[in-house]
C-alpha cells in the first residue's frame, strides 16, 4: 500500500487526530496510540515501528514465550527479526491496533 492508502485507512479507523491513531505490536500483541508513545518519551520514528515497551520501564523480553504478562515488550522494528506486516513505500509498520 502507498502512503496515502495508509493515511485514509487511519483516518478512516480513527479519525484526523493521529495522536489518536493505535497500532499493534506484532511480537506481543499490545495497542497503543501514538499519545501513549509521546507520553513514554518514544521518538516519533518509532511509533508503530517498535513496541512502546521499549520506553517504559516495565515491559516484557520480546520472543519471550514464557512471560505470559500482558504487558508490552522491548521489540525492535529495527532489529534482525523484523515482523512488522504492513509495507508503505518499502517501510514496514505494525497494523493498526483496536
Ligand atoms: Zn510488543
Wanted: with cysteine; aromatic share 12%.
Amino acid at each position: 500500500m502507498n502512503k496515502q492508502q495508509w493515511i485514509t485507512q487511519g483516518e478512516t479507523l480513527f479519525g484526523q487526530n493521529k495522536m489518536q491513531w493505535k497500532f499493534k505490536c506484532p511480537c506481543c500483541g499490545h495497542s497503543a496510540t501514538t499519545e501513549d508513545y509521546k507520553k513514554a518519551g518514544a521518538p516519533s520514528s518509532a511509533v508503530g515501528f517498535s513496541c512502546i515497551g521499549r520506553w517504559l520501564e516495565v515491559h516484557k523480553e520480546a520472543f519471550d514465550d514464557k512471560d505470559k504478562r500482558k504487558i508490552p515488550c522491548n521489540y525492535a522494528g529495527g532489529g534482525l527479526i523484523n515482523l512488522n506486516p504492513v509495507d508503505i513505500d518499502g517501510c514496514k509498520v505494525f497494523e493498526f491496533g483496536v
